[in-house]
């Protein structure tokens, strides 16, 4: 099992929790969106599900079952398919293929690929990715990288969230599509420091991280010590869209 492998498969380890703390997308996202036959690659727990079945019939291929089982509720209009999207094989061509904070996890040798592959001609693929980016309560994020360099030892020195305008949009060259198109939505949401707490223990670096337990317990204490018990954290999302190119 390669370490790509190893670290998706540990957001089913608490699929209650991932489905509580983790946070929605922009709504006027999803209007850039069309199709009335929809492939979602990695829903988790339907997020992202929820709204894409407002365009058309959604088919979501999910790797966890404990995940795929909150999205068919979350969802329930949503056919949710447990599999691996690097193994699985669409029984029909689709108007539009949605990945969803999860594009990053599947084999890059081959996702373009089979994207393509599940596409009718002309239709396109979505690639949605959300990046935490300079904001909010800015000294918070300032003042926890001290916590975070003494119990994550893979953390860079004096790290700091980059600005949403550096950050670079993201999206494979492929021959099997024509040139991406890049929209950019930037967002805020607020957090205690239980809620907070709660969507770290979300994230594939902190779940298998060792120290967990002691870098999350100085996080809360941060923020109910010296912030009030609130922080505002800032979000920046990109889609990435891409229509298939025709054959030769």
Known sequence: MTERERLRATFGTDAARYHRARPTYPAELFAALHGDRVLEIGPGTGQATLPLTALGSVTAVELSPDLAA???????????????FDEWEPDGEFDLVVSATAFHWLDPDTRMARCARALRNGGT???????????????????????????DPGTPQGFRQPAAGTVPFELDDSPFFEPPEFRRYEWERDYTAE??????????????????????????????????????????????????????
């Open 70 to 84: 909150i999205a068919r509720t979350h969802a329930p209009r949503a056919h949710v398919v447990v599999a691996d």
């Open 125 to 151: 693929l979505a690639v949605i990715s959300t990046h935490h980016v300079a904001g909010g309560t800015e000294q918070f994020f300032a003042d926890v990288q001290e916590l975070y360099e003494r119990w």
């Open 195 to 248: 809620t907070y707490v709660d969507l770290l223990l979300t994230y594939s670096n902190h779940i298998t991280l060792p120290t967990r337990d002691e870098l999350v317990a100085g996080i809360g204490r941060l923020i109910d010590t010296r912030y009030g018990g609130r922080i505002t954290k800032r979000y920046l999302t990109q889609l990435a869209t891409a229509v298939k190119a025709p054959a030769d």
